[in-house]
């Protein structure tokens, strides 16, 4: 009676259900690969993946056409980051079971995470025509429009997820990100707001909105957002890089310097975060070469944005930053050009060029993408400079 494969049950009530119809050798091949599924949800939803990994195989083996198990092994297989495996496993539950909507889904998010987002796309849209209330594809699919910079498109579908679910904490914050990324902060506040009052310990709402507190030059609300996100996830890197941005852009050197060395601390092979923590230093008048120095040598300095860093380090030219640009994939230049202008104006200063680096950080907000972290930092630059 327990071993349900649903959220009804407490899931360790289930997991023991389920056990003890698989311990008592009384069932068929039929209901054990039922029982093992069911056990394998119970197991995935405690998150312990690799046990619900290992019942998917068990009911598998016993009913080689289960459509659901191979889908449901996709699921885990997608939640651990091996993509590929996920897809295989959406691939033959498809070929069981054509009008599998979930299954459809479960791909889309798939191809999503690894980058494909027409593929992605093309997989939602399958779900939807089978399955038109799916919001979970409505959101997915708002999701990879978002990823390709289609952001009007992205919240239609975000719009449509939220009318089928409106207590969707999930939809409302991506919802909200889009219209930050369209620089609409009032609105991408106001679906923050109700993605926390829906799920208050969201920490990603929290480092939304304070993103967008941050471009609308609230910083001391943007900084208590991101505070909030570090405490509900105390190794969230995005939210400690992110708290400094605010902290030096209001000026706060120092402060932001121990904010963007915690995000370094967390992840030390960010090359963002290197070169943010060598800017604030620079804006505190702090010498920091050695630390600069010890830094870059975790990261892949060949790889972009590694000329930025060679700059600030003094061992490669303005010219060859921007070249590094035009070396790189035709997709990633026009961001590249973005951060490369801005940073190439940030050294500028750090040199004690002030003219140039006008020049340059203007350029910079006139090409820049608005929800690119150096279109607003240029703005601020801007105004810190004004005479």
Known sequence: MRCVGGPRIDLDLQIAGCTSLIQSGQENDQILGITFNNRGYAYDQKGEHDR???DYDQAIRLQPKFAGAFNNRGNVYDQKGEHDRAIADYDQAIRLQPDFADAFEGRGNAYDQKGEHDRAIADYDQAI????????????????????????RAIADYD????????????????????????EYDRAVADYDQAIRLK???????FGRGLAYNDKGEYERAIADYDQAIRLQPDFADAFRNRGRAKFDHGRFVDASEDFASAVKEQPTDPYSVIWLHIARAGAHAPDAEELAANASKLDLKAWPGPIVNLFLGRATREAVRQGVETSEIKARDGQRCEATFYIGEYDLSQGARAEALSVLRNAVDTCPRDFFEYGAAKVELNRLAP
């Not at 449509?160 to 620089?183: C, M, T």
Request: charged share 25%; net charge positive; glycine share 8%.
């Open 160 to 183: 449509h997820a939220i009318r089928l679910q409106p207590d969707s904490a999930d939809a409302f914050k991506a919802r909200g990100y889009a219209f930050y990324q369209k620089g």
């Open 200 to 206: 208050p310990d969201l920490a990603f709402a929290f």
């Open 129 to 152: 025509r089978l399955k038109p209330d799916f919001a979970f594809a409505f959101q997915g699919r708002g999701n990879a429009y978002d990823q390709k910079g289609e952001h009007d």
């Open 52 to 54: 619900a990994i290992a």
